[in-house]
């Protein structure tokens, strides 16, 4: 029979804590690379009807930020879930210390 030991759940919250962080950053990666793309491609159609060719590079970096800006959000409520399951997971070792002084 396994026996109670904190530090493997102490490890499981860590590892929550770092794919919560990871979530978020890659969500903000993959958000920025679809705006740019997609920017990029409404600058390109924008530039080729007559408008300026900067209109590539603003409407790219712009949706950029755009694209990142929404992910940030999306990332932050997924990694919101990981953070509760770690601080629920945490929560159970601290009854179980004030439990065991009882």
Do not use: H, W
């Amino acid at each position: 029979m396994a026996t109670y030991d904190p530090e493997v759940i102490q490890g499981y919250a860590d590892r929550l804590y770092a794919d919560a962080a990871a979530i978020v950053r890659t969500y903000v990666i993959l958000g920025g690379f679809v705006g740019l793309i997609f920017g990029g491609g409404v600058g390109f159609y924008l530039a080729e009807q007559g408008g300026p060719d900067i209109l590539r590079i603003v409407g790219a970096l712009v949706l950029g930020a755009i694209g990142a800006a929404m992910a940030y959000s999306l990332g932050q409520q997924k990694a919101a879930g990981l953070r509760l399951a770690a601080q629920t997971a945490l929560c159970q070792v601290e009854i179980e210390k004030n439990s065991r002084r009882a």
